[in-house]
């Protein structure tokens, strides 16, 4: 590690030390609730997984209550936190750790990426976060940190030259709350340039839910989860033209199925 690296490591625990955020999963980082925060997390702003956060653990507060519920059940408690198939998988993760894992979360981050709904940055988080090992990750906060110290002149940066200095920057001795500092400064670092992700290339912007396809799906289910429908009335109650093509799509995704001639949640 060179002495540039030692002075980063040391600026970002110091703005730590004065800005740390307290959160539910951090200040209890159990497996079950640190896995539920990074589906969660996962696309969302942190405010308002906050919010969902509390009313889902109360609701099911384990992997054992959530394996047993039903998938509409789920979906009830998880709406307004929008992507709806992010709680199907937590639902399918909860059935294959009770079915395969005794109940208990795999400690392996290779065996957690081939989870639903979970890929290799996911897993590394989850590890970290769980068991505090210290695994090597990337997330839209880590990435603006190291694009805005170590690339501030470089453009279309890749996620694997970034890999390396995450790799020998992380902590050996906390990469939890090493991983908690890096985010925290880089939720401060929004706030104060301009958003060194645009660097970045796998930069997206994610576009506007107001008139969007995830508007007409989350509009389906939600009235799914009052009660069936039939084609005619979801149509004559969206009136959109999108209805038939993400009907067919969830369908595909076995988020609802056709009892009869109604749709229903399965």
């Known amino acids: 590690m060179n002495s540039t ?3 980063f490591i040391q600026l970002v625990w110091e703005y730590y030390s004065d800005h740390k955020r307290p959160m539910p999963w951090r200040d209890n980082p159990d497996p079950y609730w640190v896995i539920v925060s990074e589906i969660m997390l996962q696309q969302t702003q942190v405010n308002r997984v906050m919010i969902k956060f509390p009313e889902f653990i109360e609701t099911f507060p384990d992997f054992t209550s959530l394996s047993q519920a039903s998938l509409s059940e789920v979906l009830q408690v998880w709406q307004g936190m ?5 709680a199907k998988y937590l639902w399918q993760i909860a059935q294959l750790i009770e079915k395969e894992y005794q109940g208990v979360l795999p400690r392996d981050p290779e065996i957690l990426a081939t989870f639903p709904g979970i890929g290799k940055a996911t ?15 990337i997330e839209t906060n880590i990435r603006r940190v190291f694009i805005h110290h170590f690339f501030h002149d470089k453009d279309e940066v890749s996620d694997t030259e970034i890999m390396p200095l995450v790799n020998s920057t992380v902590s050996f001795d906390n990469p939890r709350e090493w991983y908690y500092a890096l985010m925290d400064y880089g939720t401060y ?16 912007v994610q576009g506007a839910f107001e008139g969007s396809n995830r508007q007409v799906r989350a509009h389906i289910l939600r009235l799914l989860l009052e009660k069936p429908y039939r084609l005619d009335e979801l149509m004559d109650t969206i009136q959109d033209e999108r209805v038939i093509m993400n009907l067919d799509n969830l369908i595909k995704e076995e988020m609802i199925e056709m009892r009869g001639n109604q749709y229903h949640i399965r």
């Not at 929008?82 to 992010?86: A, E, L, Q, S």
């Not at 590890?127 to 090597?136: C, D, E, H, R, S």
């Not at 104060?192 to 660097?199: A, D, G, L, S, T």
């Open 123 to 137: 897993a590394g988080s989850i590890i970290a976060f769980a068991y505090n090992i210290p695994t090597v990750f």
């Open 82 to 86: 929008g992507y709806n198939r992010r």
């Open 5 to 7: 690296q030692q002075e």
């Open 189 to 204: 670092l929004k706030t104060q340039v301009i958003n060194p992700n645009r660097k970045s290339k796998h930069y997206t």
